[in-house]
C-alpha cells in the first residue's frame, strides 16, 4: 500500500481552564484536540477531582486530557493521576527537568514563562533531553501562572522545527491568525481568550478560534 503524505493545514488547539461540562463538550464540537484542567488552587480556574472527573466522563473520544500543576509534590501529581484519567501533565512551575522526568505519572510537556533573562532554546533542550513531549511558551507576568490574557513579542518565538513548541499567551480569535503565522508553532494554547468571565468559556468564541487556525484563514 502507497502511503499520501499532505501538508498540514490547521493547527492543533488547546482550550485549558475548563471548568464545566458544558464548556468541555462545546471544545469537542469545534473540533479543539485538547483541554486543560487545572489543578492549582490559587487560580480562578482550579478544578476539584470530582469537577475533573465529571469532565472527563462526558468527552467523546480522540480528545486529550492535560492536567495542568504548580510545583505539585509527587504524592499531589500520584493522588491527581489516580483519580482523574488524565492523558498528559503540563507542568506550569519552576519544576527542573529531573524533577518532571522523575515524577509525572504520565507524559509530561513543560511551560517556560518567556522572561527577558530566559535562554528559551537551551531551557528547552535540557527539559526534552529529560524525557518532555512538548515545550509550551507562555507570557511571564510576575506573580501569576498563566490565564492572564498576556502576549509575549512572537520574534522571540524559536524558528526550529527540531522541538514541538506549543505557543500561549494572549491569543484570541481577533489575533490567532497573525500569531500562526508569524511563530508557525507546533500548536497554540489559551485561556483567557475564550473565556466570558475566568472558567467560564464562550462557546462561540471557540468556534470561531479554531476556524482562524486552518492556512489561509482570514482575520474574523
Excluded at 488547539?13 to 461540562?21: D, F, L, Q, W, Y
Excluded at 492536567?67 to 482523574?84: D, F, K, M
Excluded at 498563566?146 to 514541538?164: N, V
Aim: proline letters at 6%.
Amino acid at each position: 500500500m502507497k502511503w499520501v503524505y499532505t501538508v498540514r493545514t490547521r493547527t492543533r488547539v488547546k482550550v485549558c481552564g475548563i471548568t464545566r461540562v458544558e464548556d468541555a463538550l462545546a471544545c469537542a464540537q469545534a473540533g479543539v484536540d485538547a483541554i486543560g484542567l487545572v489543578f492549582y488552587a490559587p487560580s480562578p480556574r482550579n478544578v476539584l477531582i470530582k469537577q475533573a472527573q465529571d469532565i472527563v466522563s462526558a468527552l467523546p473520544p480522540f480528545i486529550t486530557i492535560v492536567g495542568l500543576v504548580v510545583n505539585a509534590s509527587p504524592a499531589e501529581l500520584h493522588n491527581i493521576c489516580a483519580q482523574v484519567e488524565l492523558d498528559v501533565i503540563q507542568f506550569h512551575g519552576d519544576e527542573t527537568p529531573v524533577f518532571c522526568a522523575e515524577n509525572s505519572p504520565k507524559p509530561w510537556i513543560k511551560a517556560l514563562a518567556m522572561h527577558q533573562s530566559l535562554e528559551v532554546e537551551q531551557a528547552a533542550y535540557d527539559y526534552m533531553k529529560a524525557g518532555a513531549q512538548g515545550i509550551l511558551l507562555d507570557a511571564y507576568v510576575e506573580g501569576v501562572r498563566g490565564g492572564t490574557g498576556k502576549a509575549f513579542d512572537w520574534e522571540r518565538f524559536p524558528q526550529t522545527q527540531d522541538i514541538p513548541y506549543i505557543l500561549a499567551g494572549g491569543l484570541n480569535p481577533q489575533n490567532v491568525n497573525t500569531a500562526i503565522t508569524r511563530t508557525n508553532p507546533w500548536a497554540i494554547d489559551l485561556s483567557s481568550g475564550v473565556e466570558i468571565q475566568p472558567g467560564v468559556k464562550n462557546h462561540q468564541a471557540i468556534q470561531e478560534l479554531v476556524s482562524q487556525t486552518y492556512i489561509g484563514a482570514t482575520g474574523v
